[in-house]
């Protein structure tokens, strides 16, 4: 008894894998059976093939075609047709008639993933006479409506593909215009055209024709041959410089039967994803290869090749991988463009060098020790992609450093001969990026005493200024304590360098929370510094902060500051992490009222016979009693100063 194996039409089109990202892919496997075709009549001198595209003319206007969605397409030639011999093979699921062209026998199951149904016209010849077959495709019914009769009119086929289903036609892949789809089915076929083996192909949409062949004819003039050989096989390569294209990528694509295959984005690895310029005209590079090897190994699908992307144990019968292949086509394609990538280079090199020394000249050091860095930089890159960018490898190269180091340290050398040179280099480049590190800090500075300038200014939206609150949040985060926040979150250093280097400070807190006095009272800031061993600090800053051009105070700002000397005289502090701090009779006070200077307070102070301060921006006493050095600070004698204080630094770096 003989039975015959069954197939699900439908289970074997819902199988095949998705092909939205080539969303033509049916109209590529049509134009290459047709190609195909002619080649079996053996007239590819006089082969012609035509593609229509058939638009939906409802809603829009009749010269308006790219907004005309398409609908179908039919794909017309003179090729050897639908004789008895090629019916049967599409009868015959995964078929080897035309194995050894590298057909799988499943294009046409493609046509049904994308399209509603097929119908298909062929006249072709048998002995002598000319026939007409014709008959429909559809995934429910398989093939339908044959029908078969002599004709006299000359061998021709058609295939039309019905339906355009919109889950295909909406991806971007599908195209819209009759330029774009002519040229992509132009870049698939192209090793056709390469090799001189396709006939003439004409796109026609309403009235637009378009001839792949004049398309190509301007392709040709700007395409360099290459062979190479790799582990024994033959690779041909075609360097092609592609002045109207719809890629937006340069690419590398791999042939399989004269068929574009799988096609890889390069442009990261040639550095670029821009044009290339050539006396004005700009350019995206292609390069084709080919190879039996290639041929050999094409998948099923016809969208891959069975060929590894790596080689390991279980794939060494393979020469070659396609990563090995890859590799070596990318270092042929650099340098087939030496020339332009040179070019290239010295374009980037502005783009980076300009933006280190207009915008970020902390990350100087980064061009130097990491030239890598211009690969990633495109001649379109935006001051956010350079600055990302450069980041980037300045936090790969501070790792770099971080390890070469902790290597040195462990080394086992007899001499210091043996790593004299190792730790030259590692230290020439660590004490670059430190300088960067240094000028970062200093532009941060120069930022945070413009902000500060800026906030002691009238408020453009209400005429008013600024509470003192900002001011107060500038210098120190009201509510915290160094014991909650990062070094770099204060910034005592606007008031006195000195204040920068402490062992606990507390701003806006209550100092019944802070120390073990049951005072509610909130000094703006207050700030313990050289703590010894013994817990005890000789030194203690109290800082107060005042409206900018505030005239009355509840009370004077001396009282307040001297109420506060004396509660911490009185009781330990208590900081938030739990250590515990004194202070005792030789325990120095620093006092800050930092206010503008209007009338009430000049009278104030001149008449508590406070001194005044260099430059007239403040006055200063000292109270013997209760060993406080006390200053009354104008806001602007703080800004004048810590500009004095960095203007070496600022005119060193040109900010």
Known sequence: MTAFLKTSLTGKINNLPQFKGEALLPIFEAVVNSIQSIEERGNLGNGKITVVINRDGQNSLPFDTEKQKIIGFEIIDNGVGFDDTNFDSFLTSDTTHKLEKGCKGIGRFFWLKAFDHIEISSIYSSNGINRKRGFRFTKQNGISNIKETTTKSKQETTVK???????????????????????????????YFIANK????????????????????????????????????????????????????????FCGRSREVKSFNISNLLGTSSQFDENDSKFIYSAYISSSYLDKYVSQSRIDFEIPDKLDLLTGDFPLSIDEVKLEAIKRSKIFLADYLSSLLVRKKEIASNYVEKKNPTLRSVLHYCPEVYEEIDPTSSDEKVDEILYKYKGKAEFEIRSISKKLLKTQSESVDEIRQEYKDINEKLESFQKDQLTAYILFRRMIIDLLEKKLEINKNDGKYYNENIVHDIIFPRKTSTDQINF???????????????????SDNRLCDTTESNSEDRPDILVFAEVDDDKIARCVSIIELKKPQKSRFEEDPTRQLYRYVRQINTSRVKTTSGRVLS????????????????PPVIEYAENNNFAKLKGEFGYYTYNRLLNAHTEIIDFDKIIVDVKQRHKVFFEKLGI
């Open 583 to 598: 202070v005792n009779d030789s325990t120095r006070f620093y006092c800050y009222a930092i206010c503008d200077l209007t």
């Open 488 to 506: 770099e979150e204060h910034n005592m250093w606007l008031i006195d360098e000195r204040l920068t280097f402490h062992s606990f400070a507390t």
């Open 161 to 191: 593909l019905i339906g355009f289903q919109e889950e295909y036609r909406k991806q971007p892949s599908a195209y819209k215009t009759t330029e774009k789809i002519a040229q992509r089915i132009l870049e698939h076929c192209l090793s």
């Open 198 to 253: 396709a006939p003439v192909i004409v796109v026609k949409d309403e009235d637009e024709s378009i001839s792949l062949n004049s398309l190509f004819e301007e392709i040709s003039k700007n395409i360099t041959p290459e062979e190479i050989e790799m582990s024994g096989e033959k690779f041909h390569i075609s360097h092609i410089k592609l002045y109207s294209t719809h890629n937006k990528m340069h690419n590398l694509v």
